[in-house]
């Protein structure tokens, strides 16, 4: 038996994936086979139902110290494209979204101020616990975590933990790109890393704080790169089981120093499809994958619903990073906008809460 075959008999039986056959997977490009695969597989986990939550994006400053050239979204202190917002902004943000009906998360994420400190962010977060004292905040990524902690002199555990207390629920997955340090070098050289996202998602989990993780893909990564990140992914997974979701994000390179360095194109949406299957399938640890629609467009995300995702995340509202670098979605959507295209494609909608609980 070769390692294909291997490789579909373990899937049959519920086995799991190593790395030569996983790879042996994405060689042989059977998309049918691998959506077939993957959609049973979130079937036995969540059957019919496709989440969405009614959430509202944050993004606090696009000014950054890290320069990072696969971003679009960052400029220096200065620019006419830059901006910072100050409380009174966060908090006029915030009285328009207590309007909003049902609203269940606000997403906080940003780029590395090089002059804001750490209270600033506390303060920020403090601000949505008093406007909105019901709705689950989900903010900061791993990135900014380590950023915090340089900024203020304390450990992880040290700088989650003010965060909790200032009201932070669970943690954003992004800033992991490849968690590989040969492509951060060079795709984001001053960004944490790999070793420092990992131990900053173990920390979160070690203290009750659930989070997403996430893998940005079609840049200079490679196959076999790719796979090593998501057996680092399950590793930590099977160690904490503190991974809520997981997110795949297809890079896009317009407006981006890497994207004209390397002269990219975004991948194709077989390669969008193909890798969320495979992800679903080697993660078998994960509960929730999430078709990002701000990033895939929805008509990808929909047919995502059967390549093995069951959350097309929320309404978001507001989204300025991805759209920076090109992405053509729009920044927001409706709840009962969300419900057709899940109804539409043969599943059965859920509204949900920031930890999956179901809306009624």
């Known amino acids: 038996m070769n390692v294909l075959e291997l490789a579909k008999e373990k899937i049959s039986s519920g086995e799991r994936l190593n790395f ?23 079937e036995s986990k969540t059957g019919k139902k496709i989440f969405y939550t009614v959430n509202r994006h944050i993004n606090l400053t696009n000014v950054c110290k890290a320069n990072c050239p696969l971003c679009a979204y960052q400029c220096r202190s200065g620019s006419n494209r830059a901006f910072t917002l100050e409380l009174d902004d966060v ?12 609203l269940s998360e606000i997403h906080i994420v940003s780029s590395l101020h090089p002059e804001k400190n750490f209270s600033y962010y506390l303060d920020a977060v403090k601000l949505v616990k008093k406007f909105l004292p019901h709705v689950g905040i989900n903010a900061f990524t791993p990135v900014e975590i ?28 992004g800033g992991a790109e490849i968690l590989s340090e040969r492509v951060r070098e060079i795709i984001c050289p001053k960004k944490c890393s790999a070793a420092e996202w990992l131990e900053v998602m173990r920390t979160a989990h070690k203290l009750g704080l659930r989070t997403n993780a996430s893998m940005m893909y079609g840049h200079i990564e490679t196959i076999e790169e790719r796979i090593e ?15 809520q979701a997981m997110m ?29 299957a ?26 995502a619903l059967s390549f093995g995702a069951d959350d097309l995340d929320g309404t ?25 295209i899940i109804s539409e494609a043969g599943f059965q909608p859920v509204e949900r809460d920031s930890f999956y609980r179901e809306v009624l």
């Open 229 to 243: 990140h998501l057996l680092k992914l399950r590793d930590l997974q099977d160690e904490t089981k503190g991974f």
């Open 146 to 173: 380590v950023n915090f902690a340089q900024i203020s002199g304390k450990n992880f555990s040290e700088v989650l933990s003010e965060l909790i207390k200032a009201g932070v629920t669970s943690l954003a997955g």
């Open 278 to 303: 495979l992800s679903r399938l080697v993660l078998d640890n994960f509960a929730h994958f999430k078709a990002f629609w701000i990033m895939l467009t929805l008509p990808i995300a929909q047919l």
């Open 91 to 102: 908090e006029k943000i915030l009285r328009d979204a207590s309007r909003i009906k049902n």
């Open 20 to 42: 030569d056959e996983i790879l042996a997977l994405y060689e042989d490009n059977d998309l049918l086979y691998l959506a077939e695969s993957a959609r049973r597989v979130k």
């Open 248 to 276: 795949l994000f297809p890079f896009h390179p317009e407006n981006t120093e890497l994207g004209k360095k390397f002269n990219l194109r975004r991948v194709g949406s077989w390669e969008d499809l193909k890798m969320l």
């Open 316 to 340: 978001i509202g507001e989204e300025k990073i991805i759209h920076a670098a090109g992405a053509k979605s729009s920044s927001g959507i409706t709840r009962e906008a969300l419900e057709k």
